[in-house]
């Protein structure tokens, strides 16, 4: 079969390299009742695989060429096709307990890994190769360059860890960046914080539209609340941990319901 054209609209990169599939399948792990769902399986150099160690794979893949191509490839019986786009795809119906891994496009991992965090409490992990320096800021700590929105809003609802880099090298056709694999575990639902998450999404997103601003220009409370949360003003954004975030959200949200309330 001839090799696919890769389509810049879907920021298609191949993986080809064997040592590198191997790597990302031994650390996902996969056995053979999971419920393992592939993001963007493209030519099906990570699916082979996954399906010599699993009874039954779920694929989500927007290009239809490629879709077409994986029916061909394997029995229906056991690779279950989704022609879709995974931005828009309902993971809600699906059974708890998901898997998910994928080689993302770089052009949608961030409104896509947005997207999956709203159903965390359907996943068992997700293991993803993302360009660098988006796992850099998924992993980042307070007080680093690299910490902002993404890495609030992820590491609230998960345990992550940077896996390995991989060289662009390994894909047809190289991008101009190095990639890194990273793993999402949701933390136990008692360590997941009680929060409205979108009302978390804006603030963090407020706070992080000016990075320099100091947080009583970048946060909607008064000097005594600064105070009563224990928080000094005159930090910047990037000096507060996930959990002063999410502590700020309770409060305003507690605010905001006195001065609703009759």
Not at 77 to 100: K, N, S, T, Y
Not at 113 to 136: N, T, Y
């Amino acid at each position: 079969m001839n090799p696919h054209r890769p389509r810049k609209r879907f920021g298609q990169h191949f993986l080809h390299d064997a040592a590198v599939v191997a790597r990302l399948v031994a650390a996902i792990g996969p056995a053979p009742g999971d419920r393992l769902i592939e993001i963007g399986p493209g030519e099906g150099a990570l699916t082979a695989p996954l399906l010599e160690c699993v009874d039954r794979l779920e694929v989500i893949e927007i290009d239809r060429d490629l879709a077409a191509r994986l029916r061909s490839a394997f029995p229906a019986a056991r690779l279950v096709v989704h022609e879709a786009d995974a931005l828009a795809f309902d993971f809600g119906r699906l059974p708890p307990g998901l898997r998910i891994v994928g080689n993302l496009p770089y052009n949608v991992s961030t409104p896509l890994l947005f997207h999956l965090a709203a159903f965390v409490d359907r996943l068992r992990d997700l293991h993803f190769m993302l360009q660098r320096e988006v796992v850099e800021r998924m992993v980042a700590q307070p007080s680093t360059s690299a910490y902002g929105r993404l890495s609030v809003m992820l590491q609230t609802r998960f345990r992550l860890e940077k896996l390995f880099r991989v060289s662009a090298g390994a894909f047809r056709p190289p991008p101009k960046v190095e990639s890194a694999v990273v793993r999402l575990v949701p933390l136990e639902p008692a360590a997941r914080a009680t929060v409205d998450f979108g009302l978390l999404s804006k603030l963090v997103a407020g706070a992080f539209s000016a990075r320099r601003k100091k947080l009583k220009n970048a946060l909607p409370l008064a000097a005594a609340e600064f105070a009563a949360l224990a928080l000094d003003p005159d930090q910047r954004p990037e000096n507060l941990a996930p959990g002063d975030y999410v502590r700020v959200a309770q409060f305003v949200a507690r605010r905001g319901n006195r001065s609703e309330a009759p």
